[in-house]
T-cell receptor, first 116, second 116 residues
Framework: AQSVSQHNHHVILSEAASLELGCNYSYGGTVNLFWYVQYPGQHLQLLLKYFSGDPLVKGIKGFEAEFIKSKFSFNLRKPSVQWSDTAEYFC??????????????FGQGTTLQVKP | DGGITQSPKYLFRKEGQNVTLSCEQNLNHDAMYWYRQDPGQGLRLIYYSQIVNDFQKGDIAEGYSVSREKKESFPLTVTSAQKNPTAFYLCASALAGVLLSTDTQYFGPGTRLTVL
């Protein structure tokens, strides 16, 4: 069965520090990869996604993620975080197989707290 | 103003009662999804629907039921058979283009259900 693992459950950083959130998935076929973010009191929204092409994907608000197929990883990065990046971050995977249902498998989430 | 609405925002239920959560979208999306979010567990798929009058069980469908009589609406009923219904429930929709697995899912604001 597919699964997604996010290694860091709670991360605390100071402003301007660099961020890297780990995400690994288990699935042998072709996958699509997503990072969603949930700011306090707001809807869950898409940060970025990868489904083909350049494995380095750039998203909104200066975030990027790199798909490394050999490591089954899709880590999220930002060179310099801001207080407004405080949120919960979710990695998710969908597969081309299984009848193309669009089903997303989510990781457990990582809570990021940025101190001003 | 396009988007997904969920109501109510907070819902309290006594044990043994069924309760229905509303989800409406005006994005003209074909696919709709219900997720349950629990602390430390990420989001888990309850039910999904790719087209009107059709829906499929997700990973944790037991104790839940849905209907999809209209494209815009995908209500979720939490029945008394659901053993641990207290959670945050999120509805999502996607355009269902050529390859649904690559589509971005758009999320509603959620309903927090508490069973007393």
């Amino acid at each position: 069965a597919q699964s997604v693992s996010q290694h860091n459950h709670h991360v605390i950083l100071s402003e301007a520090a660099s961020l890297e959130l780990g995400c690994n998935y288990s699935y042998g076929g072709t996958v699509n990869l997503f990072w969603y973010v949930q700011y306090p009191g707001q809807h869950l929204q898409l940060l970025l996604k990868y489904f083909s092409g350049d494995p380095l994907v750039k998203g909104i608000k200066g975030f990027e993620a790199e798909f490394i197929k050999s490591k089954f990883s899709f880590n999220l990065r930002k060179p310099s975080v801001q207080w407004s990046d405080t949120a919960e971050y979710f990695c998710a995977v969908s597969s081309h197989g299984s009848g193309n249902t669009g089903k997303l498998i989510f990781g457990q989430g990582t809570t990021l707290q940025v101190k001003p | 103003d396009g988007g997904i609405t969920q109501s109510p925002k907070y819902l309290f239920r006594k044990e043994g009662q069924n309760v229905t959560l509303s989800c409406e979208q005006n994005l003209n999306h074909d696919a709709m999804y219900w997720y349950r979010q629990d602390p430390g567990q990420g989001l888990r798929l309850i039910y999904y629907s790719q087209i009107v009058n059709d829906f499929q069980k997700g990973d944790i469908a037991e104790g839940y039921s849905v209907s999809r009589e209209k494209k815009e609406s995908f209500p979720l009923t939490v029945t008394s058979a659901q053993k641990n219904p207290t959670a945050f429930y999120l509805c999502a929709s996607a355009l269902a283009g050529v390859l649904l697995s690559t589509d971005t899912q758009y999320f509603g604001p959620g309903t927090r259900l508490t069973v007393l």
